[in-house]
Structure formats: C-alpha cells, structure tokens
C-alpha cells in the first residue's frame, strides 16, 4: 500500500479533527495521508507538527507518535 512506504519517516502534519473517544486527535500529512496521534501530549487542532508513522490503526489510518 502506498502509506507503508512512509513508516518510520518523519512528515509534516496538520492536526485537523477534533479528538475521538480515546482523545487521540487527527490529521492529514502534506501527500494527504491521514493519521492519529498516539502520543501521551495530544497536539493542538490547526496546530503543524513533525511526526513519525510507526503502524496503521486500520488500512487508512497511520499512527504516528
């Protein structure tokens, strides 16, 4: 799948979405990848950090630390 060749890669993302029931927040990186944050400190929405995909929480959706 095209996401795996970003595993372990730092990349840009935007934090878009408001938190889910777990409180984890999400967003889309710069090729339109979404994500999910699984890190402890949860990144502000419209904030733009630099985070590393490191598995799939399902086919579409990277978790990124």
Excluded: M
Excluded at 6 to 27: A, I, M
Excluded at 46 to 59: A, H, L, M, Q
């Amino acid at each position: 799948r095209y996401a795996s060749q970003f595993l372990g890669q730092p990349l840009e993302v935007l934090w878009e979405h408001d938190c889910d029931n777990e409180k984890r927040r999400y967003g889309t990186t710069a090729n339109y990848l979404k994500v999910v944050c699984g890190s402890l400190e949860q990144p502000t929405q419209g904030e733009i950090t630099v985070s590393t995909p490191k598995g799939f929480i399902d086919k579409n959706l990277l978790l990124v630390i």
